[in-house]
């Protein structure tokens, strides 16, 4: 697989997101077939791991740090701090990165990861409460300590980033990004390539949508967080049918899949930008990692640029309480 840089941090140019192996899409797989599917994510090629501390949670950092154990100076671990989780029922408190806070989380997430360093530390959400200077100083004490060696930002605003990389480079941003969702490309993406900084869409399949295989709600699993986000009601998709139509259309021109153009289509954005997908299943990655292989001509990003600008899409991207802690 062909190599991309995320700051100074080289990775390989699609990363895998763990998220799916929580219960956030319904009932999470036996941990023996997580592993071998993160296990057999590496085997092709991918080197980069995104993780964070509330995925579970907890459970998902122990979860990669157990696959990735034998293979651990070949990969890169990307993890996320940012919110008071309760020790004992696992709920969220709200957001926190106060300075304690993020080294008390960094050596719980060493433990979990049962390593010594983190690759690429995340702050998850911007915390308004703490000035984004003393978040940037703390992660850079921790990468003088030997803890931490990558700063990284999620759903951070163009001037916090800017803020931030003025007391530690940012190496990467992390934040929704797809044919359906392009809020970074205002502001945040000409500043992360004025500054040499990457960026991580998240999110890059539309959450499952782009692929062309959520048909409908009846689709969802229990406790499947689309269930309740404003883009997966019977009427948003009916109305977002239209996106996955044009992603459709041009997939079969290339004799490629709907994920794979959709895919290829962040990838021609631009050389630092790295998509992280989520899937539970082995031969998924490998169809997706088939992105890399399909060319999008200047005349195929017009076209596709030309054809979404007539269409709206319906529905916030996220649930408003996660709206609430981002663009900060």
């Given amino acids: 697989m062909r190599m991309r840089k995320l700051g100074a941090l080289v990775v390989s140019e699609l990363g895998f997101g763990i998220l799916s192996f929580t219960s956030t899409y319904g009932q999470a797989p036996e941990n023996a077939e997580n592993i071998r599917v993160i296990r057999g994510a590496h085997d092709l090629g991918i080197t980069l791991f995104?993780?964070?501390?509330?995925?579970?949670?907890?459970?998902?950092?122990?979860?990669?740090?157990?696959?990735?154990?034998?293979?651990?100076?070949?990969?890169?671990?990307?993890?996320?701090?940012?919110?008071?989780?309760?020790?004992?029922?696992?709920?969220?408190?709200?957001?926190?990165?106060?300075?304690?806070?993020?080294?008390?989380?960094?050596?719980?997430?060493?433990?979990?990861?049962?390593?010594?360093?983190i690759d690429l530390l995340y702050q998850h959400r911007v915390d308004p409460n703490v000035p984004i200077e003393d978040v940037a100083g703390t992660v850079k004490d921790l990468i003088a300590a030997g803890k931490v060696r990558h700063f990284g930002l999620s759903e951070a605003a163009a001037d916090t980033i800017r803020r931030a990389h003025a007391v530690q480079p940012v190496a990467a941003v992390q934040s929704e990004y797809s044919l359906w969702t392009r809020d970074p490309e205002p502001e945040v993406l000409p500043l992360c390539e004025e500054l040499g900084i990457g960026f991580v869409p998240w999110g890059p399949l539309g959450t499952g949508f782009l692929t062309g295989k959520v048909a409908n709600t009846s689709s969802f699993g229990a406790n499947d967080f689309r269930a309740g986000s404003p883009r997966f009601t019977t009427e948003a998709?009916?109305?977002?049918?239209?996106?996955?139509?044009?992603?459709?259309?041009?997939?079969?021109?290339?004799?490629?899949?709907?994920?794979?153009?959709?895919?290829?289509?962040?990838?021609?954005?631009?050389?630092?930008?790295?998509?992280?997908?989520?899937?539970?299943?082995?031969?998924?990655?490998?169809?997706?990692?088939?992105?890399?292989?399909?060319?999008?001509?200047?005349?195929?990003?017009?076209?596709?640029?030309?054809?979404?600008?007539?269409?709206?899409?319906?529905?916030?991207?996220?649930?408003?309480?996660?709206?609430?802690?981002?663009?900060?």
């Avoid at 459970?59 to 157990?66: D, Q, V």
């Fill in 50 to 117: 995104d993780t964070a501390e509330i995925y579970g949670p907890w459970t998902n950092e122990a979860l990669l740090g157990e696959a990735l154990a034998s293979v651990r100076n070949e990969v890169v671990i990307a993890t996320k701090f940012g919110f008071e989780v309760d020790p004992t029922t696992g709920e969220r408190r709200g957001l926190n990165s106060q300075p304690e806070h993020i080294k008390r989380a960094t050596d719980a997430m060493l433990r979990r990861l049962g390593t010594d360093y």
């Fill in 237 to 328: 998709m009916e109305a977002n049918k239209a996106v996955v139509e044009v992603v459709e259309q041009l997939a079969a021109a290339k004799g490629a899949t709907a994920a794979q153009v959709a895919l290829a289509w962040l990838l021609a954005r631009g050389p630092s930008i790295v998509p992280i997908f989520g899937t539970r299943r082995l031969d998924r990655v490998q169809e997706n990692l088939g992105a890399a292989a399909v060319s999008l001509s200047a005349e195929d990003m017009a076209a596709i640029e030309a054809r979404l600008a007539r269409i709206e899409v319906t529905g916030e991207r996220l649930p408003p309480a996660l709206l609430k802690v981002t663009n900060r």
